[in-house]
């Protein structure tokens, strides 16, 4: 049985550059600058999008093993996911996404007339809500989020935004409208965070790729490869015991990290997981 303290909340914040992580979200900072979470850099992967980095960031392999090489890749994964190794593990597994996660771990292509709502023990995310567009409000998002942890209390629930990536399709990296959307993330994880904190949930807090001031990402550009990772609760252990430096922390190692907050050991082929050597458990 997984034990009690092993409960993880993953937030990615779709499209969220590094630096304006650090200027915009002044709750994240204020729990950085108390001590309550440590933020890091993350270097993505590449291609700089978003389905192979969702798979990079669930799956811990590069897209030149995984497959899934470019956006219209759409199919399922044949990858161990996270949400395949706690559902194993005998933990619940939730996701309130976009529905290319569906894609990815249970059923591709995704029906939007079938496939917005799931529950299905023998599927990898056992309880999903999945949007179908990119302007689907972050505010409804974390919503579903929370009814999902509220009604199905997972060990594992991956939280998935998408305004912030949109804002900045449309108006680039460095408008007021990507501004915004990114500081209307931030007052959203004050909103949940404190409790989630208080329930004993460890949570990252990270992103997929950034974004480029043209509104383009894919490249290689540090704007566009570049994204927070905050980590929040026992999760800093982790962190610091494995001895993690504050620059760019290799993508790769988000799964084996969220395996390791779950207290799983990571399979071998989480390519991360052979970076750093982590320590056995910091939950016993
Ligand atoms: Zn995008």
């Known amino acids: ?6 409960k993880l909340i ?15 979200m002044g709750y994240m900072e204020h729990l950085a600058e108390q001590g309550e979470a440590i933020c890091v850099r993350v270097r993505s ?17 590069p897209a030149a093993k995984n497959g899934i090489t470019a956006n219209h890749v759409a199919r399922l994964s044949r990858e161990r ?3 395949r190794l706690a559902a194993d593990a005998g933990m619940r597994t939730a996701a309130a996404a976009y529905h290319w996660v569906s894609e990815l771990y249970n059923a591709a292509p995704f029906n939007p007339l079938s496939d917005r709502h799931q529950h299905d023990e023998e599927k990898p995310i ?6 179908f567009e990119d302007h689907y409000p972050d505010s409804h998002l974390f919503a579903d989020a929370e009814h999902l942890r509220r009604a199905h209390d997972p060990h594992f629930l991956y939280v998935h935004s998408m305004n912030i990536d949109d804002a900045g399709h449309k108006s680039g990296g460095e408008s007021a409208q990507y501004e915004r959307a990114v500081r209307a993330a931030d007052g959203m994880l004050a909103s ?3 409790e989630w904190l208080a329930l004993g949930y460890r949570i990252l807090v990270t992103s997929d790729h950034g974004m480029s001031a043209s509104g383009q990402h894919g490249g290689t550009a540090a704007e566009e490869r570049s994204v927070p990772l905050y980590l929040l609760g026992d999760a800093r252990l982790l962190l610091q015991e494995a001895g993690v430096e504050a620059d760019a922390m290799p993508q790769l190692r988000m799964a084996p990290l969220m395996c390791r907050c779950l207290g799983i050991a990571p399979p071998a082929a989480m390519t991360g997981s052979a970076v750093v050597a982590f320590p056995a458990s910091v939950s016993s």
């Open 10 to 24: 993953v937030v990615v914040l779709d499209g969220l550059r590094y630096d304006a992580a650090r200027k915009y």
């Open 192 to 194: 949940l965070v404190p």
């Open 81 to 83: 996911s996270v949400f």
């Open 126 to 131: 056992q309880h999903g809500i999945f949007y």
């Open 45 to 61: 992967e590449l291609p700089s999008l978003s389905r192979p980095l969702y798979e990079v960031l669930l799956t811990g392999t």
């Open 1 to 6: 049985m997984p034990s009690a303290t092993a």
